[in-house]
């Protein structure tokens, strides 16, 4: 009988791995322990064994059933992961991305920043940058802003406790750190480290104390530019303002100067746009931004001879031409970051 029983449990051993079914397997399990099974016969012998030989006999066929039980479960465990892998199609393969991956994607205000970097570096702008914590002279005095002009006000400029320092931002003693409230800063710093000719973009984050609404924003972009050379005019500032406009809205947008005032250009203007085909916003003149001639006092706080050199500045809200462009009515979504907006203008 032992030699019976060991021959079964090997048996079954080399059948199991050619299973492909459940009802294969449930037919393969029944004819070892069903009602007629071979086990199950070999359990009917054990009864009619002499008494004295059940003990020994009895151990043998209750360890042949164990070792049958363990190759039903292998066989059962190998047949689900057949099963699974039928439902899934093909062998997964872990190592490959994810099919339905989330690609990231620059945001609006990087897209329209990069453009119109791009645009003005063709025609030989180069990016420059300057700190977002900024002092008193480089965002005001500099920038011929007397100290009583309303912009200096702390209901509209964020400036820092009197007790703040910077190690790496130097101030005079008697002015303060404030968060720069233009890009303009960016001008006097390179006038100061460079001399003409030199034509720089800056574009970065400023700061104001505005509430936020859906046209206000305490920190939003700008992108700031400066030109100066031997002999810049008006028109070489409508030109370069004109490619840029075309580049970022479409060809069939015009500009205007508007006269204006800010105290570093002089004249100053407010740069208008209009289209005959921008929907609702159609034949209406917009105003993108601010520009001017720099004004001589600014060349000589940055030691450039107003005499030998003239240039003009322009500086645009990144929001504002987003929106623009986007129909997006809420300065707010754009720093939200829902995916669903991110995603529309990916
Ligand atoms: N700095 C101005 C502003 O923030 C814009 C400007 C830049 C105007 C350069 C003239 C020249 O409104």
């Not at 449990?9 to 029944?30: G, H, I, Q």
Request: with cysteine; aromatic share 8%.
């Amino acid at each position: 009988m032992e030699s019976v029983l060991q021959e079964i449990v090997t048996r079954a051993r080399e059948k199991a791995p050619a299973l492909k079914s459940r009802p294969e397997f449930e037919a393969f399990k029944a004819s070892y322990v069903g009602p007629k099974g071979e086990l199950t016969a070999q359990m009917k012998e054990l009864g009619k064994a002499p008494r004295e030989q059940k003990p020994v006999l009895g151990k043998l066929v209750n360890a042949a059933k164990q070792q049958l039980e363990e190759i039903f479960e292998q066989t059962l465990a190998s047949l689900d992961a057949l099963e699974m892998a039928a439902r899934m199609g093909e062998q997964i393969d872990p190592t490959l991305p994810a099919s339905d991956a989330l690609g990231g994607t620059a945001h609006l205000l990087t897209q329209i920043r990069r453009e119109a970097t791009d645009v003005l570096r063709r025609v030989g702008f180069v990016v420059a940058e300057g700190p977002e914590l900024e002092t008193e002279w480089f965002n005001f005095d500099a920038l011929n802003t007397p100290l009583n002009h309303a912009s200096r006000d702390a209901q509209d400029t964020l400036y820092l406790p009197e007790n703040f320092t910077a190690s790496n931002v130097k101030r005079r003693a008697s002015e303060r750190y404030l968060l720069r409230s233009h890009t303009s800063t960016v001008q006097i710093r390179t006038m100061l480290a460079r001399k003409p000719p030199l034509a720089i973009i800056a574009p970065g984050r400023c700061f104001r104390r505005d509430t936020a609404d859906a046209t206000h924003s305490a920190n939003f972009h700008q992108l700031e530019g400066l030109y100066v050379d031997a002999r810049v005019t008006v028109k070489d500032l409508k030109a370069v303002l004109d490619l840029l406009v075309r580049e970022l809205l479409g060809k069939h947008f015009k500009t205007r100067l508007r006269p204006s005032f800010f105290p570093f250009t002089e004249p100053s203007f407010e740069l208008d746009v209009i289209s005959p085909d921008f929907g609702k916003l159609s034949n209406r003149w917009l105003e993108i931004g601010g520009c001017g001639m720099v004004d001589p006092a600014v060349l000589s706080a940055c030691e450039i001879s107003p005499q030998k050199y003239s240039g003009y500045a322009f500086g645009f809200g990144l929001e504002r031409i987003a929106m623009l462009r986007t129909g997006l009515d809420d300065i707010r979504l754009l720093y939200q970051n829902d995916l669903r907006l991110l995603r529309q203008f990916a």
